[in-house]
C-alpha cells in the first residue's frame, strides 16, 4: 500500500550559491553526519548536497506535512543499504510523522531514487507499508 510519493528538483547551482554564502552553517543545519561525510568524499561535493536536498523535500511531501508539524530537514537524512540502495532514515519528527500515518499490523518502507545530470538533481520517495 503506498502511503505517500514526493517529488523535488533542484538547480545544483544554488546549492552551489548557498555553501558559498553560507558555508558550514548550511551544511551542519541541513546535512546528518552520514550525508556530510558522504559528499566529502566526492570530487564535487555540491552535487552530492543537491540530490540529498532534493530528497529531504521529496520525503517532507510524502509524508504530507512539507517542513511544518515539527518535521525538519535534520529529521531526515540518506543512507544506503548493504547494496548501495539509498533510502532514508528518520528521526524526531518526521519518524513520529510516519508512524502516525503506517496503519496497525503495517510495516513503512522508505524508496528513494537520486539523479543528476549538471546543473539538476532530482529526487523520487515513495514510502509504502507491507504487512508486519
Known amino acids: 500500500m503506498i502511503l505517500g510519493i ?3 528538483i533542484l538547480d545544483i547551482r544554488r546549492i552551489e550559491k548557498t ?10 543545519r541541513t546535512f546528518t553526519e552520514v550525508e556530510r561525510a558522504k559528499a566529502g568524499r566526492r570530487v ?6 543537491a540530490k540529498r536536498f532534493c530528497a529531504k523535500e521529496a520525503c517532507s511531501k510524502a509524508l504530507g506535512t512539507g517542513f511544518r508539524q515539527g518535521v525538519f ?3 531526515m ?4 543499504l ?8 528518520l528521526t524526531g519528527g518526521a ?9 496497525p499490523g503495517m510495516v513503512a518502507f522508505v524508496h528513494v531514487t537520486l539523479t543528476d ?11 509504502e507499508a507491507r504487512p508486519a
Open 6 to 8: 514526493g517529488n523535488d
Open 95 to 103: 519518524a513520529r510523522r510516519l508512524a502516525e500515518m503506517t496503519p
Open 44 to 49: 564535487n561535493p555540491s552535487y552530492t548536497y
Open 77 to 80: 537524512g540518506v543512507v544506503n
Open 117 to 127: 545530470d549538471y546543473p539538476w538533481a532530482e529526487a523520487q520517495v515513495i514510502i
Open 73 to 75: 530537514m535534520r529529521d
Open 82 to 89: 548493504p547494496s548501495g540502495q539509498p533510502t532514508m532514515k
Open 19 to 28: 555553501m558559498e554564502k553560507f558555508g558550514e552553517r548550511f551544511l551542519s
